[in-house]
T-cell receptor, first 112, second 116 residues
Framework: GQQLNQSPQSMFIQEGEDVSMNCTSS?????WLWYKQDPGEGPVLLIA?????ELTSNGRLTAQFGITRKDSFLNISASIPSDVGIYFC????????????FGTGTRLTIIP | GAVVSQHPSRVICKSGTSVKIECRSL??????MFWYRQFPKQSLMLMAT?????????EQGVEKDKFLINHASLTLSTLTVTSAHPEDSSFYIC????????????FGPGTRLTVT
């Protein structure tokens, strides 16, 4: 099936650094979602975006719905050890069609 | 809240046997639930959409006779892997939609299936 392109694929940062990752698509999505997955667990919803240009925060996380509706960005400020995990973007093409298309994932590692 | 549970969390079975995995939305009703499969270090791939009171919709390449889905109520969907083979070993995750237009999907904790 279709996947969204996420970059970077992996990141190695030091605690306290800011993190940026993005997700791009060749087609338009009407909803963008960002999830975090810990090893052996299901993804946990972080932020949901519904309008092009929308900027939404959840604590130290901020996500934006790109104007073209073909991309989205997630930023994490002042990273802490519990931020370690895999971050997935997911897009929803049509309202009423709840099939999510997932990104390839960004693995975040914090170097002690 | 939006809590989704799965049972069992981990199962080991022998080749040729069948395994049933349950997915429950604990504090909300979900007319639609989704089943995903995730192989190591890969993303989630949608297997099928489970609709309460009707047949499931399977994604291309997913055998409906092998992966039986039953959505018995607004809070329970089950996935049965029939005649399991080692290549069916994977992490199976369900989700349920909540919120405006059910766009926000909440995931269960996953079930690790190992077929020996």
């Amino acid at each position: 099936g279709q996947q969204l392109n996420q970059s970077p694929q992996s990141m190695f940062i030091q605690e306290g650094e800011d993190v940026s990752m993005n997700c791009t698509s060749s087609s338009i999505f009407n909803t963008w979602l960002w999830y975090k997955q810990d090893p052996g667990e299901g993804p946990v919803l972080l932020i949901a975006l519904y309008k092009a240009g929308e900027l939404t925060s959840n604590g130290r996380l901020t996500a934006q719905f790109g104007i073209t509706r073909k991309d989205s960005f997630l930023n994490i400020s002042a990273s802490i050890p519990s931020d370690v995990g895999i971050y997935f973007c997911a897009g929803l093409e049509n309202f009423g069609n709840e099939k999510l298309t997932f990104g390839t994932g960004t693995r975040l590692t914090i170097i002690p | 809240g939006a809590v989704v549970s799965q049972h069992p969390s981990r199962v080991i079975c022998k080749s040729g046997t069948s395994v049933k995995i349950e997915c429950r939305s604990l504090d909300f009703q979900a007319t639609t639930m989704f089943w995903y499969r995730q192989f190591p270090k890969q993303s989630l791939m949608l297997m099928a959409t489970s609709n309460e009171g009707s047949k499931a919709t399977y994604e291309q390449g997913v055998e409906k006779d092998k992966f039986l889905i039953n959505h018995a109520s607004l809070t329970l969907s089950t996935l049965t892997v029939t005649s399991a083979h080692p290549e069916d070993s994977s992490f199976y995750i369900c989700s349920a939609g909540k919120g405006w237009d059910q766009a926000e999907q909440y995931f269960g904790p996953g079930t690790r299936l190992t077929v020996t």
